[in-house]
Nanobody
Framework: QVQLVESGGGLVQAGGSLRLSCAAS????????MGWYRQAPGKQRELVAS???????TYADSVKGRFTISRDNAENTGYLQMDSLKPEDTDVYYC?????????WGKGTLVTVSS
């Protein structure tokens, strides 16, 4: 059974940093696509950053230069380092992976950036 568990969210002041973690079980993150998404109430979920099995990384324009996606293969955990946070980064952040044509989601972690 595939399970993704996010952690690391919280309240931070504008300009601060947070590191989100995505612990995976039942699946090997390093050989699958992994992405971080975010969603505000009433809005569509948007892709923030992704990394493919080949290591190709993509960022949304709104976070380029501020966020860094990575994964620790030994720990089977993905990360999203978020620096220079802005109030508009406030959202619930979700980890997701694709395996055998199926998409899996974590339950999300809330990030709140105060001005």
């Amino acid at each position: 059974q595939v399970q993704l568990v996010e952690s690391g969210g919280g309240l931070v002041q504008a300009g601060g940093s947070l590191r989100l973690s995505c612990a995976a079980s039942g699946i090997i993150l390093s050989i699958n696509f992994m992405g971080w998404y975010r969603q505000a109430p009433g809005k569509q979920r948007e892709l923030v950053a992704s990394i493919t099995s080949a290591g190709t990384i993509t960022y949304a324009d709104s976070v380029k230069g501020r966020f860094t996606i990575s994964r620790d293969n030994a720990e089977n955990t993905g990360y999203l380092q978020m620096d220079s946070l802005k109030p508009e980064d406030t959202d619930v952040y979700y980890c997701s992976t694709l395996h055998n044509g199926m998409r899996y989601w974590g339950k999300g972690t809330l990030v709140t950036v105060s001005s």
